[in-house]
Structure formats: structure tokens, C-alpha cells
């Protein structure tokens, strides 16, 4: 028998599974393990939600797959070892694999700000947005929380807020001089104006310096809150950054055109850890495990391997509450109810499909 190890069991790895579970060129000598740390599939994507309480727990799980061939093991990975071809797991007998996906998404960076990391609150796990769920519901009335960061995230989980907490006051850092000035003028233009109506304060060309109990610095000025959400940035998880590969500036690792270590082809890397030319998603996760399932199913069968395409995105989907949203669709720009209404109507989609 040949092992196959997926670690992480997130949108890359689902997407692993279901191809090659799905698959009739799943060679018979071919035995799945997926090891994560949480009992089901996390949907990351709704952390926004979970955090400001406008979702229950159970709206952001999808039961992992019960397949024959896929043997699910719980744990946390605590490092890989390449040489020896081994995942070790805390208080937990190491793995051995003959090929191995590493899935394991990634974590907040806080780029060097002092007491980001011990005073801010983060969505970027399941414990952890359940961590702020429970402080930012239990906040006082006319409490002030800072969101840190106005990207995708920092933008859903303060208009979700909003909608969830209408005494709070809100106040989102954003370093541009208007939210979301990658994209098109007429879509941050509708962003801004709807925190703006909202009575969200954007705060355009901050700086967030340094964090302490009950307050951050915007530049030097000082400004008290009772809550701080960190979403002004990621890395990969640590695991994937204490590998001794080659790395891209983001920490995010170097991969051949088949998706695997330019030592080592039988270790492939998904998702947020991965080196690709765009920003991580879960939409890009999901492409590039297309990709990686095909490689291993001609690896396996002994086939030439399939030529490599380029990775095409659909488009992004943003919230902002349940009525209204905003996004992208080739070159063109939606805001308003129809965007919103396509994103619930992906979310749906895929967790029935998954
Ligand atoms: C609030 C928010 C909104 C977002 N919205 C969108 C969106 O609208 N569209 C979009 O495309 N993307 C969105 N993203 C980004 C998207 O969620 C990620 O890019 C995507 O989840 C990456 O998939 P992945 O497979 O790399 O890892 P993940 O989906 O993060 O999965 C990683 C898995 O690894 C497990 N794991 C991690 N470390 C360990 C360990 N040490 N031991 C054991 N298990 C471990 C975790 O439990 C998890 O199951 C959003 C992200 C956030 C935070």
C-alpha cells in the first residue's frame, strides 16, 4: 500500500479529497490519512460572521467525508519531516507518508507591532473566532471596538458587527486613502459610503503603531477601546514557516509547476501555504487542489504528467451585512443586493456539494 497524507483538512484539501475519493483512477493500493485539528471542515470564509454573532457554530461546519479509503486521524501537527518522511503530532505517535499535501492555511501576522499580538482578538481559526464572538457579544453598551486592517475581512467583520451590535462604535483602520483601493473607484466609493451611513468610522491612512490593554496608537495618537480585532494581515501557518524550503517573500513556499517541493516530489503544498501568483483564497485553494489531484492520479497510474494551465479566479464576493455586498466579476464591479445575494448563494452551494 501507498500513503497519502493530507494535513489540514481545510478548502484545498476538501477539494483533494473529493477528487480523488470521487475518482475511478484511484489505484487500489492508494490509502488517504487526513489529520486536522478540528473534528470537521471549517468554513473559514463565515469567520467574520461566527465572530460578530450574527451565525450560530454549527452554520460554519461540513462533516469530513466517510470514505473506506480515508482514514481520518485528530491532532495538531507540529512539525514535518521531510528526510524521514514523517508529520509529527503532539503527544501522538509520527505519521509516515509516501506522498504528502500540506493544507495547513494560515495565521495573522502582525508585522512587528508591538502588542498586537497579546492585546488584539483574531478570525483567523475556529477557537479563535469564537474567542471574539464571546468578547465582542458580551461588550458593554456604546462599547468602542477597533477593527485593524479594512481587506476583505476587516471589511465583513465590521459591517457584520454593525449589524449585529447597532450601539457599538466601530471604528475600522484602514491604510489607504479609501477602503478597498485596489478595487474598482465605483465599488470603495459604496464600500465607504455604506460605513459611512452605518456609522461605522473608516479611518483612511492609519497606521496602527504599536497595541496595549484598551488601546491602540494611529501613528502616535492614542485611541481607547474595549475590543481590538486584528485582520491587517496573514502568513503561513508556522509549521509550514519552520520548513528549511525555498520561500517567497510572504513565507509562502516555492513549488514546481506540478504543485511540490522542487526537492521533493512527493510533497505537495495547497492554499494559503502555497507560492502562486495571486492572493491566497479559499477559491484558489480549491483550483490549485484541482491541479494537485491530477498530478498524483498520473503519478499513481503511472501516466505523463497532465501540462499545467493557468490558474483562472472567478472573482471575489464581499458582505457587508445580509443585505448588501460588493464584488468582482471579470473586470466588472457589483455592489448592492446582487452581490450579496451570489455570495450566499456560493456558500450554499458548496456546503451541500462539498
Ligand atoms: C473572515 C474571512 C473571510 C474570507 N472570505 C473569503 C472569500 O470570500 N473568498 C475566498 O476565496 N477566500 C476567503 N477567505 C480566505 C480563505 O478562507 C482562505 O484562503 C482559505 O481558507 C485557505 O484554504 P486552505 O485550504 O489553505 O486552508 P484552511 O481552509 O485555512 O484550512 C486549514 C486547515 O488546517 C488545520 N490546521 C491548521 N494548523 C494545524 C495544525 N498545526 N495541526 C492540525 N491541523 C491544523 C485547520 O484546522 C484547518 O482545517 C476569507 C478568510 C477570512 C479569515
Given at each position: 500500500?501507498?500513503?497519502?497524507?493530507?494535513?489540514g483538512g481545510g478548502?484545498g484539501?476538501m477539494?483533494v479529497?473529493?477528487?480523488?475519493?470521487n475518482?475511478?483512477?484511484?489505484?487500489?493500493?492508494?490509502?488517504?490519512?487526513?489529520i486536522?485539528?478540528?473534528p470537521y471542515?471549517?468554513?473559514?470564509?463565515?469567520?467574520?460572521?461566527l465572530?460578530?454573532?450574527?451565525i450560530?457554530d454549527?452554520?460554519?461546519?461540513?462533516?469530513?467525508p466517510?470514505?473506506?479509503?480515508?482514514n481520518?486521524?485528530?491532532?495538531?501537527?507540529?512539525?514535518?519531516d521531510v528526510?524521514?518522511?514523517?508529520?509529527?503530532l503532539k503527544?501522538?505517535?509520527?505519521?509516515?507518508?509516501?506522498d504528502?499535501?500540506?493544507g495547513?492555511?494560515?495565521?495573522?501576522?502582525?508585522?512587528?507591532?508591538p502588542?498586537?499580538?497579546?492585546?488584539?482578538?483574531s478570525?483567523?481559526t475556529?477557537?479563535?473566532s469564537?474567542q471574539?464572538?464571546q468578547?465582542l457579544n458580551?461588550?458593554h453598551?456604546?462599547a468602542?471596538?477597533?477593527?485593524?486592517?479594512?481587506?476583505l475581512?476587516?471589511?465583513?467583520?465590521?459591517s457584520?458587527?454593525?449589524?449585529?451590535?447597532?450601539d457599538?462604535?466601530?471604528k475600522?483602520?484602514?491604510r489607504?486613502?479609501?477602503?478597498?483601493s485596489?478595487?474598482k473607484?465605483?465599488?470603495?466609493?459604496?464600500?465607504?459610503?455604506?460605513?459611512?451611513?452605518?456609522g461605522?468610522?473608516?479611518?483612511?491612512?492609519?497606521n496602527v503603531?504599536?497595541?496595549?490593554?484598551?488601546?491602540?496608537?494611529?501613528?502616535?495618537?492614542?485611541?481607547?477601546?474595549?475590543?481590538?480585532?486584528w485582520?491587517?494581515?496573514?502568513?503561513?501557518?508556522?509549521?509550514?514557516r519552520?520548513?528549511d524550503?525555498e520561500?517567497?517573500?510572504?513565507?509562502?513556499v516555492?513549488?514546481t509547476?506540478?504543485?511540490?517541493?522542487?526537492?521533493?516530489e512527493?510533497?505537495?503544498?495547497?492554499g494559503?501555504?502555497?507560492?502562486?501568483?495571486?492572493?491566497?483564497?479559499?477559491?484558489?485553494?480549491?483550483?490549485?487542489?484541482?491541479q494537485?489531484?491530477?498530478?498524483?492520479?498520473?503519478?499513481?497510474?503511472?501516466?505523463?504528467?497532465?501540462e499545467?494551465n493557468?490558474i483562472?479566479l472567478?472573482?471575489?464576493?464581499?458582505s457587508?451585512?445580509?443585505k448588501?455586498?460588493?464584488?468582482?466579476?471579470?473586470?466588472?464591479?457589483?455592489?448592492g443586493?446582487?452581490?450579496?445575494l451570489?455570495?450566499?448563494?456560493?456558500?450554499?452551494?458548496?456546503?451541500?456539494?462539498?
Amino acid at each position: 500500500m501507498k500513503h497519502l497524507v493530507l494535513l489540514g483538512g481545510g478548502y484545498g484539501n476538501m477539494r483533494v479529497l473529493k477528487r480523488l475519493l470521487n475518482s475511478s483512477d484511484l489505484p487500489e493500493n492508494i490509502q488517504l490519512t487526513l489529520i486536522d485539528r478540528v473534528p470537521y471542515h471549517c468554513l473559514k470564509t463565515e469567520y467574520y460572521a461566527l465572530a460578530a454573532g450574527t451565525i450560530s457554530d454549527h452554520h460554519v461546519r461540513v462533516t469530513f467525508p466517510d470514505h473506506p479509503r480515508l482514514n481520518i486521524k485528530y491532532g495538531e501537527v507540529t512539525a514535518i519531516d521531510v528526510k524521514e518522511k514523517k508529520v509529527l503530532l503532539k503527544d501522538q505517535d509520527a505519521v509516515s507518508y509516501d506522498d504528502l499535501v500540506i493544507g495547513l492555511g494560515c495565521e495573522d501576522k502582525y508585522h512587528n507591532v508591538p502588542g498586537a499580538d497579546q492585546f488584539t482578538l483574531s478570525i483567523q481559526t475556529i477557537d479563535k473566532s469564537r474567542q471574539t464572538y464571546q468578547i465582542l457579544n458580551n461588550l458593554h453598551a456604546n462599547a468602542v471596538v477597533a477593527v485593524v486592517g479594512a481587506g476583505l475581512s476587516g471589511v465583513e467583520l465590521a459591517s457584520e458587527l454593525r449589524e449585529s451590535r447597532p450601539d457599538l462604535t466601530i471604528k475600522l483602520f484602514d491604510r489607504g486613502d479609501m477602503i478597498l483601493s485596489a478595487y474598482k473607484k465605483r465599488l470603495s466609493n459604496y464600500v465607504q459610503n455604506w460605513f459611512v451611513e452605518h456609522g461605522v468610522e473608516v479611518i483612511n491612512n492609519s497606521n496602527v503603531t504599536k497595541v496595549e490593554e484598551g488601546a491602540l496608537y494611529n501613528h502616535d495618537e492614542k485611541v481607547e477601546c474595549d475590543a481590538i480585532v486584528w485582520t491587517a494581515g496573514i502568513q503561513p501557518s508556522r509549521i509550514v514557516r519552520d520548513l528549511d524550503v525555498e520561500k517567497d517573500s510572504q513565507g509562502r513556499v516555492v513549488l514546481t509547476e506540478h504543485h511540490h517541493l522542487p526537492t521533493e516530489e512527493h510533497v505537495y503544498v495547497v492554499g494559503d501555504c502555497a507560492s502562486l501568483p495571486y492572493a491566497p483564497s479559499a477559491q484558489l485553494a480549491e483550483e490549485q487542489a484541482e491541479q494537485i489531484s491530477q498530478v498524483l492520479l498520473a503519478r499513481w497510474n503511472e501516466q505523463p504528467l497532465p501540462e499545467m494551465n493557468e490558474i483562472k479566479l472567478k472573482g471575489v464576493m464581499g458582505s457587508l451585512g445580509k443585505k448588501s455586498g460588493f464584488g468582482t466579476m471579470g473586470s466588472t464591479a457589483l455592489i448592492g443586493r446582487v452581490p450579496r445575494l451570489l455570495k450566499s448563494g456560493i456558500l450554499w452551494l458548496y456546503k451541500y456539494q462539498v
